[in-house]
Nanobody, 123 residues
Framework: QVQLVESGGGSVQAGGSLRLSCAFS????????MAWFRQVTGKEREGVAG???????DYADSVKGRFTISRNNAAKTLNLQMNSLKPEDTAMYYC?????????????????WGQGTQVTVSS
């Protein structure tokens, strides 16, 4: 059974940085595609960034050039470095894992989710 635990959220002023981390509990972490999603209350959840088993990385257009996703297969962790944060980045951020579905778009097909960590960016 996979468990995901996020950490690193908080409050920051616009232009600041935060680093989110996700700890994966379970087996065969390297065989999972991983991603970060975010959701604002009352709005649909949206994909932020994804990293596949072969290291391929995808980003939402809204975060390209500002956010960096990375994974450490030995430590079974997923990270999201967020720079130049904007108020519109305020959301609950979720870590997600997907086994299989290698040809699915990077933002669909996730079956395991963390509880989320809140990111608040003030202007």
């Amino acid at each position: 059974q996979v468990q995901l635990v996020e950490s690193g959220g908080g409050s920051v002023q616009a232009g600041g940085s935060l680093r989110l981390s996700c700890a994966f509990s379970g087996y065969a972490y390297s065989t999972y595609s991983m991603a970060w999603f975010r959701q604002v209350t009352g709005k649909e959840r949206e994909g932020v960034a994804g990293i596949h088993t072969d290291g391929t990385i995808d980003y939402a257009d809204s975060v390209k050039g500002r956010f960096t996703i990375s994974r450490n297969n030995a430590a079974k962790t997923l990270n999201l470095q967020m720079n130049s944060l904007k108020p519109e980045d305020t959301a609950m951020y979720y870590c997600a894992a997907r086994a299989g579905c290698p040809f699915c778009p990077w933002f669909v097909g996730y079956t395991d989710w963390g509880q989320g960590t809140q990111v608040t960016v003030s202007s």
